[in-house]
């Protein structure tokens, strides 16, 4: 199947400051990603539909002000949670899809804010 | 508003035997399922996936049903191995794969050696 990377796998930072998600399609060309949101022992919460060229569209409650995302390429997306405050602490994962039966994700990222 | 619900939050099964996991939805514009696995800090791995014009897509050990006037899916496992042992996650989409997904709050399913 098509391989789908984020990097970093795991981020710890400290409270205020920036952090940068990045999740790329490796040997395909992805129009659309989506960003999800994985608290402990709770489901994947879709955040955002992360479009190439055009604003990302986000999911009520999602503040679009902190949770920014560009999609500069038709292989590179980018979560960056600005202000990051310990309630952002979770696991961030991305996918594509290639037109097929499903939708690839990535390996996930793993935030930390203290 | 939950719109993909898996009732039973976990699932212990005999290794050979058949696990069942289930899956009842609540939209009914939602026309594509699928079924994923998940471990701890990784990403979901596909299993098999299900167009509402279908009733049943069978993979291997795996086979999915699905009961339009229900709203209810299933996600079968025969036989049952102990490295099938993860949290299972349903999710439904409105118009294939390539659009976003609606998860299911996952069932851990434990096999049993």
């Known amino acids: 199947g098509a391989v789908v990377s984020q990097h970093p796998s795991r981020v710890i930072c400290k409270s205020g400051t920036s952090v940068k998600i990045e999740c790329r399609s490796l040997d395909f060309q992805a129009t659309t990603m989506f960003w999800y949101r994985q608290f402990p022992k709770q489901s994947l919460m879709l955040m955002a539909t992360s479009n190439e060229g055009s604003k990302a569209t986000y999911e009520q409650g999602v503040e679009k002000d902190k949770f920014l995302i560009n999609h500069a390429s038709l292989t590179l997306s980018t979560l960056t949670v600005t202000s990051a405050h310990p309630e952002d602490s979770s696991f961030y994962i991305c996918?594509?899809?290639?037109?097929?039966?499903?939708?690839?994700f990535g390996p996930g990222t793993r935030l930390l804010v203290l | 508003d939950q719109q993909v619900k898996q009732n039973s939050p976990s699932l212990s099964v005999q290794e050979g035997r058949i696990s069942i996991l289930n899956c009842d939805y609540t939209n009914s514009m939602f026309d594509y399922f699928l079924w994923y696995k998940k471990y701890p800090a990784e990403g979901p791995t596909f299993l098999i996936s299900i167009s509402s014009i279908k009733d049943k897509n069978e993979d291997g050990r795996f086979t999915v049903f699905l009961n339009k006037s229900a709203k209810h899916l299933s996600l079968h496992i025969v036989p049952s191995q102990p490295g099938d042992s993860a949290v299972y996650f349903c999710a439904a989409s409105v118009g294939g794969a390539t659009n976003k997904l609606i998860f299911g709050t996952g069932t851990l399913l434990a096999v049993q050696p």
């Open positions: 996918s594509a899809g290639q037109g097929g039966e499903t939708q690839y």
